[in-house]
């Protein structure tokens, strides 16, 4: 955790300097404050407890900077909880620079990127770390120091990156919640003697090709996904140097969204991973505003039972809510099925709603079900949730 508040630090004085150096002529406040309570339905493995609260803010400045087609965005994120230290924390999730030109767009700073498609996991979607203690679908990102260059031609898009400088995953803490058996050590372990100095690159080619999207990308660096090591009482987090070739696709076809991830990607162990379904809309049934989205998914991993996260060989189907009202009240619920394992399988639900332009209320849930103990969230057995959120934005 100090090493996180250092750079942090460190982070937030390179971006205040930065911000006072600019000539700003225009000044733009947003964000949000997002007050959160946890109720799990048991007692943890290790009797942590069944409740936990905390508070979140995330303000985000930005500045128009002149006529030159330039602006700096800065956002930092940080999180009060009542429970785990380890997710009492801070961030800078932006801190970036922008600026463009004839066909040509560069973004140095501290930033974020996202890459793909398909609903119940991204494997294309390398560049950012994940902030794992933040939530369970891995869409909330720690900030990454990068150098972003877009070029947006007729023939395709094409970005270019280099990122000097590695994230390490967030982890609960001894006292948190959805956490292995054994905790997970704050002394991370690298292959590269530069540690999380290495110099990683990344690139990626996109082009719509009428109904649809292709994306193929590459990227070579630490692998954002790290292996574990017994290290004493602790698992120490192994981060190993990896290259990854990735493509992403969607088509449209009528009511029909089509997607497809795959990679390969050579790291401590080479694999393979797809993940393809569709999503297949009803839009107004049964003479209502509503649409109803029907989603289904398979998951593959050629790593089988050894893979370092889950579906390996598995099904998501989901069912996707837009009521299509003036407070744009949406619902997503599904599940994800071992096909290896008929006893393990996780579901979920997130639902959201405005109350005023101000305000906004959220609920999630997730249970789990495993009675499997090789696998890889046996240790989340007891840690079935339910989240009220209710957020403001500014």
Same mark, same amino acid.
């Given at each position: 955790?100090?090493?996180?508040? $250092?750079?942090?630090?460190? *982070?937030?004085? !390179? /971006? =205040? ?12 406040? /947003? ?28 303000? @985000? ?6 006529? @030159? ?11 009060? %909880?009542? *429970?785990?230290? $380890? ?6 999730? @932006? /801190? ?33 770390? =994940? %902030? ?17 260059? !877009? ?14 400088? #590695? ?20 002394? /991370? ?44 009482? +602790? ?33 401590? %162990? ?18 209502? #505003? ?25 099904? #998501? ?5 837009? &009521?299509?009202? $003036? %407070? ?10 071992? &096909? ?15 109350? +005023? ?9 997730? &249970? ?7 696998? &890889? ?9 339910? @989240? ?7």
């Amino acid at each position: 955790m100090n090493k996180g508040i $250092e750079l942090v630090t460190k *982070l937030f004085s !390179t /971006a =205040v300097l930065s911000v006072a150096a600019l000539q700003c002529h225009a000044v733009e406040i /947003a964000g949000n404050v997002s007050l959160d309570h946890r109720q799990y339905f048991s007692e943890g493995l290790q009797e942590q407890g069944k409740g936990q609260s905390s508070i979140a803010l995330e303000p @985000e400045f930005y500045w128009d900077i002149g006529d @030159e087609g330039s602006s700096f965005t800065f956002t930092p994120f940080y999180r009060l %909880d009542s *429970l785990d230290d $380890e997710r009492t924390h801070g961030d800078i999730r @932006e /801190a970036l620079y922008l600026t463009y030109w004839d066909d040509y767009e560069l973004r140095v700073g501290v930033g974020s990127l996202f890459w793909g498609v398909t609903e119940s996991t991204n494997l294309v979607d390398v560049v950012n770390q =994940v %902030d794992a203690i933040e939530g369970l679908n891995n869409e909330d990102k720690l900030g990454q120091p990068m150098l972003h260059l !877009t070029s947006l031609k007729d023939w395709g898009t094409l970005d270019l990156l280099v990122l000097p400088y #590695f994230r390490e995953r967030t982890f609960a803490g001894v006292d948190g919640r959805l956490r292995p058996t054994i905790p997970v050590s704050q002394q /991370a372990v690298y292959e590269s003697s530069r540690e999380e100095k290495h110099v990683d690159y990344a690139v990626r080619y996109s082009q719509m090709y009428g109904d649809w999207d292709l994306g193929l990308s590459y990227f070579s660096g630490t692998n954002r996904e790290p292996y574990y090591q017994l290290s004493g009482t +602790t698992l120490s987090p192994y981060y190993a140097q990896m290259s990854q070739v990735g493509l992403d696709l969607q088509g449209i076809i009528g009511d029909w969204l089509l997607k497809l991830e795959s990679i390969y990607r050579d790291s401590f %162990d080479n694999h393979t991973g797809v993940v393809t379904g569709f999503e297949y809309t009803w839009v107004g049934p049964f003479e209502s #505003f509503w649409d109803v989205g029907f989603i289904a998914e398979y998951l593959y991993d050629s790593r089988g039972n050894n893979a370092q996260h889950i579906g390996q060989n598995d099904i #998501f189907a989901g069912l996707r809510f837009a &009521l299509n009202d $003036e %407070d744009g009240t949406e619902v997503l619920t599904g599940i994800t099925q071992d &096909l290896d394992n008929s006893d393990v399988y996780s579901a979920k639900l997130e639902a959201s709603s405005r109350i +005023t332009n101000q305000f906004k209320w959220r609920v999630d849930a997730w &249970l789990f079900e495993n009675e499997t103990p090789d696998d &890889l969230l046996y240790f989340a057995r007891k840690d079935d949730f339910i @989240e009220f959120s209710l957020e403001y934005y500014f």
